[in-house]
């Protein structure tokens, strides 16, 4: 599983921006980037789903999206945790 924590670069201020850097620093089995339609096929989301999620048109996901994101983006729960609010008490 990818450590997103182990880069050395500033991690962008959104969700969306985080998911498409991780994304783009995949490849897929033919060695290149690694595309919407790869990353379909990793997690099961359709492609649509990705893309409102990489552009920021879902802002609160589901918590089953969550864990395909994490499945197929290859991402720990703590990776992305910074962009989710702090539970209220």
């Keep these: 599983m ?8 500033e991690f962008p201020a959104t969700l969306a921006g985080f998911l498409r850097q991780m994304r783009l620093k ?7 980037r ?6 379909h096929r990793r997690c099961g989301l359709s492609v649509p789903v990705l893309s409102r999620l990489e552009t920021g ?3 609160d996901p589901s918590g089953s999206t969550i864990k395909r994101v994490l499945a197929g983006y290859q991402l720990s729960f703590d990776d992305v945790a910074r962009y989710f609010p702090n539970p209220k008490k």
């Design 57 to 59: 048109r879902v802002i």
């Design 34 to 39: 690694m595309s919407l339609t790869a990353m």
């Design 26 to 32: 995949q490849t897929s089995e033919n060695g290149k």
């Design 2 to 9: 990818a450590n997103a924590t182990e880069c050395n670069e």
